[in-house]
């Protein structure tokens, strides 16, 4: 269906891939991935036709119907319904046929395409239209609504909705997630995989692409490769991959070696004068063969909070909302050190709202909200990363939106902190208004990090994040010794950073007895009440039980309920293991770098005492020398102590 082959594409001076060949085939699902700018949005414009090769051949269908999401909306008095229904391109062009065979008195012409519109689903085309939109998260009386009165978000969920309207044999989707929720991604994983034509995915979603694809395409250091399996099997793939090469560039290593000694042995032999020549056009050609640049890593953690006050923050009897319009009410939270909670629910439901009256940024309408004086709350959402500065540099950022914690920071230091976000060299200095979406979220990232908070309340963090940054952002949180609140539809991050969920909706905010997999079933039931949930899940999806197999059936419900037990049993004692843990790490972090100081002190003063003027020093020496001994025997215990809970 569409084959490249020898592919080079450029944009401007840099090369996106070189020599790509691959064949995608009709009915394929594939996700392409890779680093942010490696060049997984050009390949989707050299299939959309925007961009040619500039070496090699592209080739596709001329007939080939393919959906694209708009990436610009309008900001018009069109209602929803209306734009999702015209998604279907064929269906507007009968009826465009129908009012002009109407408007020249052709009857007979008339007729015959009122036929074809019956043929191509037109009477159902709204209902249609309707189910992909309240899938994608519009409430059904926002339907009637015109667009201009939705957020971009929503009107992105809009686009989407009328691309899948669209009667095509090639979908393409860049990044299809970043505007929705956990439960429209659900929704939309469903009816992809459903889907009868071709699609090609740019997603950093491992989850979403595992669900989906049979293929995965990878774009680094020009090289665009071909993997079977979904993004977890090319994992496994790529590693293996490294682990070959790795061994051939060791053995090529000897080999140079090798060669590079008889070079240097014979080099000034007249008889063996063509030998050598001969090694030196090999190892000339030879670095262009083992060099391999691999992919940016990112290393950071969150610094120990300064203070762990308990609780850190607690809501009793609150109401959120905005003006006169209640969000939800009656909320009770109390949110301590160590906890893990993921906050779940559909658009609209009150999420972002629950987020920003935690933080204190915005006021309850009812109710009390009580922060611990030492409270330090570190909030990404997406307002956050608007509101750095176009025109300044981000080590500029870092020094006026870091807080206190940076204000007696270096030059260097700053630089060090943003390195470690992948902002190297010159480019601390560039304006922020030239970096990219995941550049930004970084950024933002990297000044929420220098703050030191013990509260991070996070809202869909891993917008324009790559795999890399959103594992590094996995880890970091893991050994994080503060709370962490998280709004996300990255069901990797929460299942592998929460250990309890609560539910926002229908006016409240409720805690679910479940995890990711039991939320799934949940939508699928309906969402019914969370007070009936062990009701519905005792009765399989709601069904009724039948009389003729009881002891089946209550099995099957104990099985369940075994189940849920166990998985809620791993999760506290993850919590509990982590709170355990964290105090231990935070402490050993801490002796890390009081080691490293005192180390450089007591071998400055080594140096010193070389000169016998210093002796008067030695007593310094001997008292820093002590204090590092120390040290270092507390370092050893907080690292059999860390072993041993980790064994337990």
């Known amino acids: 269906m569409l084959t490249l082959r020898d592919v080079r594409l450029r944009r ?11 064949g995608i085939f009709r009915g394929d699902k594939v996700g392409i991935v890779g680093r942010n700018g490696s060049g997984k949005s050009s390949l989707l414009a050299l299939v959309r036709g925007e961009l040619a090769p500039d070496l090699g051949d592209f080739s596709a269908p001329s007939n080939l119907c393919i959906a694209v999401v708009e990436q610009s909306v309008p900001d018009s008095a069109q209602r929803v319904i209306d734009y999702v229904r015209e998604g279907d391109a064929e269906l507007v062009r009968i009826e465009h046929a129908i009012a002009a065979a109407h408007a020249a008195g052709d009857g007979v012409r008339e007729a015959q395409l009122h036929a074809d519109y019956d043929s191509a689903g037109g009477y159902g085309a709204r209902s249609r239209a309707a189910a992909l939109a309240t899938g994608l998260g519009f409430e059904p009386g926002d339907l009637e609504r015109p667009l201009q009165v939705f957020s971009g978000g929503l009107r992105m969920r809009a686009a989407l909705a009328r691309a899948l309207m669209r009667r095509s044999d090639l979908l393409l989707l860049d990044e299809p997630t970043n505007h929705l929720d956990l439960d429209a991604v659900l929704w939309l994983e469903g009816w992809l995989r459903a889907y009868g034509g071709t699609l090609l995915v740019v997603s950093h979603d491992r989850e979403f692409l595992d669900g989906i694809v049979g ?68 190892l000339a050609r030879l670095p262009e063969i083992i060099e391999a640049h691999g992919e940016e890593s990112f290393a950071w953690e969150f610094p120990a909070p300064a203070k762990l006050p308990r609780p850190l923050v607690a809501l009793d009897g609150i109401a959120g909302g905005y003006g006169s319009h209640r969000v939800f009410a009656g909320v009770g939270l109390s949110i301590a050190p160590g906890d893990r909670i993921g906050v779940l629910g559909r658009n609209g439901a009150g999420k972002s709202t629950l987020m920003r009256t935690v933080a204190g940024s915005l006021a309850p309408l009812a109710g009390e909200r009580v ?33 206190p914690a940076v204000a007696g920071w270096t030059p260097q230091q700053k630089r060090d902190h943003l390195g470690r976000f992948g902002f190297r060299g010159d480019r601390v200095f560039e304006p922020v208004g030239h970096f990219s979406g995941g550049e930004r979220a970084r950024l933002t990232l990297a000044v929420m990090v220098a703050r ?59 805690p679910f007895d479940g ?22 899940a005792a009765s399989g999806s709601g069904a009724t039980v039948s009389a003729a197999a009881p002891a089946r059936a209550e099995s099957r ?12 049993d791993a999760r506290r004692r993850d919590a509990a293991a982590r709170n355990r843990l964290s105090p231990l790490r935070a402490e050993l972090r801490e002796v890390e770098a009081q080691i490293a100081t005192l180390t450089a002190q007591r071998d400055a003063l080594a140096h010193a005492l070389e000169d016998p003027a210093q002796y008067a020093r030695a007593a310094e020496f001997g008292d820093v020398a002590a204090r590092v001994t120390a040290l270092e025997d507390r370092w050893l215990a907080l690292s059999e102590a860390i072993d041993a809970a980790q064994r337990a």
């Not at 401007?12 to 691959?22: I, K, N, T």
């Not at 995890?515 to 007070?531: I, K, Q, V």
């Open 215 to 282: 293929r995965i395409l990878h774009i680094e250091n020009a090289q665009l490769t071909a993997y079977h399996g979904n993004y977890s099997a090319y994992e496994h793939q790529a590693a293996e991959a490294r682990v070959r090469a790795a061994a051939l560039a060791e053995s090529q290593r000897r080999e140079i070696a090798h060669v590079q000694g008889f070079v240097d042995r014979f080099r000034a032999k007249a008889s063996k004068a063509r030998q050598v020549q001969s090694r030196l056009k090999w």
């Open 515 to 536: 995890d990711l997999e039991d939320y799934a079933a949940w939508l699928a039931r309906g969402a019914p009440p969370l007070e009936t949930e062990s009701n519905a």
């Open 452 to 510: 030191r908070p013990n509260l991070l309340l996070l809202d869909e963090p891993t917008n324009h994040l790559d795999f890399e940054m959103r594992s590094a952002l996995l880890l970091a949180l893991q050994d994080y010794a503060g709370a962490v609140l998280i709004v996300s539809h990255d069901r990797s991050l929460l299942r592998g950073a929460c250990d309890r969920f609560l539910v926002v909706g229908g006016g409240v905010v409720r």
């Open 12 to 22: 401007g001076p840099r090369v996106l891939f070189e020599h790509a060949s691959v």
């Open 557 to 568: 419900a104990e099985s369940r309920a075994d189940s849920r037990a166990d998985r809620r």
């Open 371 to 403: 922060a611990a004086p030492d409270l330090e709350v570190g909030f990404f959402a997406q307002l956050e990363v608007e509101q750095l500065d176009a025109a300044g540099s981000a080590i500029e950022e870092l020094g006026r939106r870091g807080g």
